[in-house]
């Protein structure tokens, strides 16, 4: 009874078919653009279709902290912290390292653009009018259009919550916090 409650009125599922588009998600993103004091809406069509796997792909190149070989003495904070009984040799990892954070910012920040990029669902022109088929050259059209840091936040919030529940993702958020 909670779970309808919850999910309202739900469909039950007893087969299910190959190359069906059961799970095949789509909607929109509305993105918010205001000209001369005038707000207007812009509503572009999103597609969650392979963006769990393009994002395995992507995190997987995520840049590594640096690593010393250290030893870590019992009686140190962290020592104490891991519950060592004795000395030992332990791998470190440098996550204040300057280099590694800034190729970490630089990663997260193309990681959303190509997330926005994969999940927008339009046609992709260049001002020649061909298709635009590359990242750099869908990303280099976002830019000449003036979109902002927070319109491909906004992009890649909502294909994430094509196939999220809302409740579920602040129950996710606040177990994390």
């Known amino acids: 009874m909670e779970e309808q409650e919850k999910y309202g009125d739900t469909e039950t599922i007893s087969e299910l078919v190959a190359d069906g588009l059961l799970f095949d998600s789509k909607g929109f993103t509305v993105i918010k653009v205001t000209k001369d004091g005038d707000e207007k809406k812009l509503r572009l069509p999103i597609k969650s ?5 393009f994002q395995e792909e992507l995190s997987g190149k995520a840049p590594k902290p ?3 070989f250290e030893r870590i003495k019992k009686n140190s904070e962290q020592g104490k912290a891991m519950g060592l009984k004795h000395d030992q040799m332990m791998v470190v990892f440098d ?3 300057n280099d ?3 190729a970490l910012e630089k990663h997260n920040q193309e990681f959303s653009w190509q ?3 994969f999940a927008l669902d339009i ?3 260049k001002k020649d009018g061909l298709l635009a088929e590359s990242f750099e050259d869908k990303r280099d059209i976002l830019k000449s259009n003036n979109i902002t840091g927070h319109q ?3 992009i890649y ?3 994430s919550l094509l196939t999220q529940f809302e409740e579920d993702r602040q129950d996710f958020l606040s177990e994390n916090s």
């Open 49 to 53: 279709t392979g963006v769990a796997e």
């Open 66 to 68: 640096p690593q010393t």
């Open 95 to 97: 996550n204040t390292d």
């Open 100 to 102: 590694y954070i800034d």
């Open 115 to 117: 997330i926005a990029v």
């Open 123 to 125: 046609n992709w022109k």
């Open 152 to 154: 491909i936040n906004k």
């Open 157 to 159: 919030k909502d294909v």
